[in-house]
């Protein structure tokens, strides 16, 4: 298996990995094609395909944020069982992003992600058994994830500036005895991280108005 950066719509393997992405993920957590042109060229934004026989068979996307010493998971795509796609992607991106911290001289706090909650969201990933909502936020806990102590939405990735609900943004702390987060440091990450979507909900920016007026946030277990 191959580990493929993808850094233009126009590579026949990101039209696979769109593809696969839309079969996953409801449509408003899905970027439009044409729109991925400007975050593939960005050298911080890292996507990257698992390439089986020619064939994308999975995906991830992520990031790390040296001035607050956070990587972050976007998104991390399945699409065939029995390959060991998930332990494959992991391993690659954790080797890449000790890489980006030792470059940054940095040492990284640890890496946010958000995972759909099964009891309040209808997701059932495309029928893939490694995409189910219930094998996702297990697979998170084994990996270290809790979730924040936080009513958590997101503006919808279809630029429409809908509520996404029925998540939990959850962290991976570095130090596994680390029980919160600065919830300035939550705040000034989500302010980055959806710099890109202008077209916000009012329930976003209670949400953040909130996190401005706590000094800290819980880490629950997931």
Known sequence: MEYVRLTSIRDPLFKSMHELLGRIFPKEEVLAFELWEEPLRDEGIYVYAAVHEGEVVGATEYRYYADMRVAVTDFTAIGREGLGIGRFLA?????????????????????????????????????????????????????????????????????????????????????????????????????????ALPNRPDSWYAMMDGLRKRAAVDLLPL
């Open 91 to 195: 391993e690659n991106r954790r080797k890449h992003l000790e890489r980006l911290a030792a470059e940054s001289r940095t040492s990284p706090l640890g890496m946010f992600a958000e995972i759909y909650d099964p009891r309040k969201a209808d997701i059932a990933g495309s029928g893939l058994t490694p995409m189910h909502p219930y094998v996702r936020r297990e697979v998170l806990s084994h990996l270290g994830y809790r979730k924040l102590d936080l009513d958590y939405v997101h503006p919808s990735w279809d630029h429409e500036g809908n509520a996404v609900t029925g998540l939990d943004l959850c962290f991976m702390p570095a130090d596994e005895r680390t029980t919160f987060l600065p919830a300035s440091l939550v705040a000034a990450y989500l302010e980055r991280y959806y710099a």
